[in-house]
């Protein structure tokens, strides 16, 4: 088992930046990618950024990249997704997920946490 555990979400104004973190537990994560998903009310999980545990490659969607950075600590087995120049269409429950090998941008994770509210403000 693999518990995940979000934080770092909060209110923040547009064009500002935020930092979460997603602590994982339970298993050593070196076989593992660690994805980010956002979801708004009504609408389907939206795949955000993902991260090759071992490599540390990271994978974006098209909505985030070059305003994200998605990277890892090792030792403290927590991943991380840093959004700069932020929009209020960012908002949304934001969730880590974990999965055994290669990324992907489906709900196919085998994990997930409970997830952490961003609210960008115009």
């Known amino acids: 088992q693999v518990q995940l555990v979000e934080s770092g979400g909060g209110l923040v104004q547009a064009g500002g930046s935020l930092r979460l973190s997603c602590a994982a537990s339970?298993?050593?994560?070196?076989?593992?990618?660690m994805g980010w998903f956002r979801q708004a009310p009504g609408k389907e999980r939206e795949f955000v950024a993902a991260?090759?545990?071992?490599?540390?490659?990271?994978y974006y969607a098209n909505s985030v990249k070059g305003r994200s950075t998605i990277s890892r600590d090792n030792a403290k087995n927590t991943g991380y997704l840093r959004m700069n120049s932020l929009k209020p269409e960012d908002t949304d429950v934001y969730y880590c997920?974990?999965?055994?090998?290669?990324?992907?941008?489906?709900?196919?994770?085998?994990?997930w946490g409970q997830g952490t509210q961003v609210t960008v403000s115009s």
């Open positions: 997920a974990a999965k055994i090998g290669r990324y992907a941008i489906t709900n196919e994770y085998d994990y």
């Open positions: 339970g298993r050593t994560f070196s076989s593992y990618t």
């Open positions: 991260i090759n545990w071992s490599s540390g490659t990271p």
